[in-house]
């Protein structure tokens, strides 16, 4: 291979004109790299040849005034009003089934029937001993009513009329008696035919025809469930209670809502029936039951529900969409936009939150435009260009959650209201 020598001046060159050339050649290259990286910078989205004078662009949305829904959320359980397990009486072998699994039985429905026949003649038995019982009394009675008047004309001994008034003193106790068992021999035989107890709904059968039950039978013949009304019981944290009680206070009834598992369609709505008399020490929650017609039977005994508890309503509130609400340094804000087509960063205090609206209880005024989208990469003072097309607002959700509310919401449910509380979202605040 042949040397090959690169000379870039020629000889005889002053070593200081060489070092010269050498760090303007270092000079152009820097200045060319800084050209070509700030080239494709300035040429990014959303930005122009110089990067900071062309407007942001971004949608706005006005502040308007509405009402805010203060409810508070819980998982809740559905319990039956009454839960009765019907048992056997007596003694005896089933002879008739007379329910439909799975339906709806009024109270005094036949349920079943045991073989009344033994009662029948226990009855007998019992009502023939009583006849003869007051045939005696009536007997011993009408002797005594002739040595009454025997002593009278003293011919019979006094004592004679003692012994039998003794007599029919216990006739008529032993008639007594014998009403007492023919009472229970016509009970016994009322207990053949089983009857409901309650309206409700009858479950699977426990016992079948030819079957022999007794009093002491542990599993009964059927268990029948009260489901209308129906109740759910769920629990709420300790913080949550001086609201409700403050309303229940003053004669107000609380609206309840019941949700499927997904929490996103209502099952049925009822009324707070009653609030637990003690806080659980261990989970800091109260228990409370809401009561409900289901009158549809939509609620299911040992159903999971999500419940939404109606506590207040703020009426004529200023809202704003929730999307506007920013959270940095400031602490919360939002990005009014200016006349000059600018926007400014203005601290707001916000209340309930309830869906994609939020209340804001000082800081802007009704009418104010507010940047609901782009916001991201807006700081103080930056220039905007609103866009044509607005966002849809979405109707209010039921779920509303006032500020610093720690109430447990399903992970399968959908994103809840924020709350002030909330963590910051990720790339706001002035300044980016």
Same mark, same amino acid.
């Given at each position: 291979?042949?040397?090959?020598?690169?000379?870039?001046?020629?000889?005889?060159?002053?070593?200081?004109?060489?070092?010269?050339?050498?760090?303007?050649?270092?000079?152009?290259?820097?200045? @060319?790299?800084?050209?070509?990286?700030?080239?494709?910078?300035?040429?990014?989205?959303?930005?122009?040849?110089?990067?900071?004078?062309?407007?942001?662009?971004?949608?706005?949305?006005?502040?308007?005034?509405?009402?805010?829904?203060?409810?508070?959320?819980?998982?809740?359980?559905?319990?039956?009003?009454?839960?009765?397990?019907?048992?056997?009486?007596?003694?005896?072998?089933?002879?008739?089934?007379?329910?439909?699994?799975?339906?709806?039985?009024?109270?005094?429905?036949?349920?079943?029937?045991?073989?009344? +026949?033994?009662?029948?003649?226990?009855?007998?038995?019992?009502?023939?001993?009583?006849?003869?019982?007051?045939?005696?009394?009536?007997?011993?009675?009408?002797?005594?009513?002739?040595?009454?008047?025997?002593?009278?004309?003293?011919?019979?001994?006094?004592?004679?009329?003692?012994?039998?008034?003794?007599?029919?003193?216990?006739?008529?106790?032993?008639?007594?008696?014998?009403?007492?068992?023919?009472?229970?021999?016509?009970?016994?035989?009322?207990?053949?035919?089983?009857?409901?107890?309650?309206?409700? +709904?009858?479950?699977?059968?426990?016992?079948?025809?030819?079957?022999?039950?007794?009093?002491?039978?542990?599993?009964?013949?059927?268990?029948?469930?009260?489901? /209308?009304?129906?109740?759910?019981?769920?629990?709420?944290?300790?913080?949550?209670?001086?609201?409700?009680?403050?309303?229940?206070?003053?004669?107000?009834?609380? /609206?309840?809502?019941?949700?499927?598992?997904?929490?996103?369609?209502?099952?049925?709505?009822?009324?707070?029936?009653?609030?637990?008399?003690?806080?659980?020490?261990?989970?800091?929650?109260?228990?409370?039951? @809401?009561?409900?017609?289901?009158?549809?039977?939509?609620?299911?005994?040992?159903?999971?529900?999500?419940? /939404?508890?109606?506590?207040?309503?703020?009426?004529?509130?200023?809202?704003?969409?929730?999307?506007?609400?920013?959270?940095?340094?400031?602490?919360?804000?939002?990005?009014?936009?200016?006349?000059?087509?600018?926007?400014?960063?203005?601290?707001?205090?916000?209340?309930?939150?309830?869906?994609?609206?939020?209340?804001?209880?000082?800081?802007?005024?009704?009418?104010?435009?507010?940047?609901?989208?782009?916001?991201?990469?807006?700081?103080?003072?930056?220039?905007?260009?609103?866009?044509?097309?607005?966002?849809?607002?979405?109707?209010?959700?039921?779920?509303?959650?006032?500020?610093?509310?720690?109430?447990? %919401?399903?992970?399968?449910?959908?994103?809840?209201? %924020?709350?002030?509380?909330?963590?910051?979202? +990720?790339?706001?605040?002035?300044?980016?």
């Amino acid at each position: 291979m042949r040397d090959v020598r690169i000379t870039s001046l020629p000889a005889g060159v002053p070593p200081w004109r060489r070092a010269a050339w050498i760090a303007l050649a270092v000079l152009l290259a820097a200045a @060319a790299v800084w050209w070509l990286y700030h080239r494709a910078t300035d040429q990014s989205p959303g930005r122009g040849r110089a990067g900071f004078n062309t407007p942001f662009p971004v949608v706005a949305a006005p502040v308007t005034t509405g009402d805010i829904n203060i409810t508070y959320n819980a998982l809740g359980t559905v319990t039956p009003m009454a839960t009765v397990t019907v048992r056997s009486q007596i003694s005896g072998q089933i002879t008739q089934i007379a329910y439909q699994e799975g339906k709806m039985v009024k109270q005094g429905d036949l349920l079943a029937v045991i073989d009344p +026949r033994p009662y029948q003649a226990a009855l007998e038995q019992v009502e023939g001993t009583q006849a003869k019982n007051l045939a005696l009394l009536k007997q011993a009675q009408a002797d005594l009513a002739r040595y009454q008047v025997l002593a009278k004309q003293d011919s019979i001994a006094k004592q004679t009329v003692d012994d039998q008034a003794h007599l029919v003193n216990q006739y008529i106790a032993q008639t007594k008696v014998d009403q007492g068992a023919v009472d229970a021999a016509k009970l016994n035989l009322a207990y053949c035919h089983v009857v409901s107890p309650i309206d409700g +709904r009858a479950g699977l059968r426990q016992i079948d025809i030819g079957n022999y039950v007794t009093a002491n039978d542990t599993n009964g013949i059927v268990v029948v469930t009260q489901q /209308q009304p129906i109740n759910v019981t769920f629990s709420l944290p300790e913080d949550n209670l001086p609201a409700i009680m403050k309303r229940l206070a003053s004669g107000a009834s609380l /609206q309840v809502a019941a949700y499927d598992r997904s929490n996103t369609n209502k099952l049925a709505t009822g009324t707070l029936a009653a609030v637990d008399s003690q806080i659980d020490t261990t989970t800091g929650t109260v228990k409370m039951r @809401a009561q409900f017609d289901n009158k549809d039977g939509v609620l299911f005994p040992n159903q999971f529900v999500n419940i /939404q508890l109606l506590v207040n309503t703020l009426h004529d509130t200023t809202v704003v969409p929730t999307a506007a609400v920013q959270r940095g340094a400031p602490g919360t804000f939002v990005y009014v936009v200016n006349p000059d087509n600018t926007v400014k960063v203005t601290p707001i205090k916000i209340g309930p939150v309830q869906g994609e609206t939020t209340s804001v209880t000082s800081g802007i005024s009704p009418g104010t435009q507010v940047v609901v989208d782009g916001a991201d990469k807006l700081k103080d003072n930056a220039k905007i260009a609103l866009r044509q097309e607005s966002p849809k607002v979405p109707s209010q959700s039921p779920n509303v959650t006032p500020p610093g509310d720690s109430t447990t %919401t399903p992970s399968a449910s959908p994103p809840s209201a %924020t709350t002030p509380s909330a963590p910051s979202r +990720r790339g706001s605040g002035p300044g980016r």
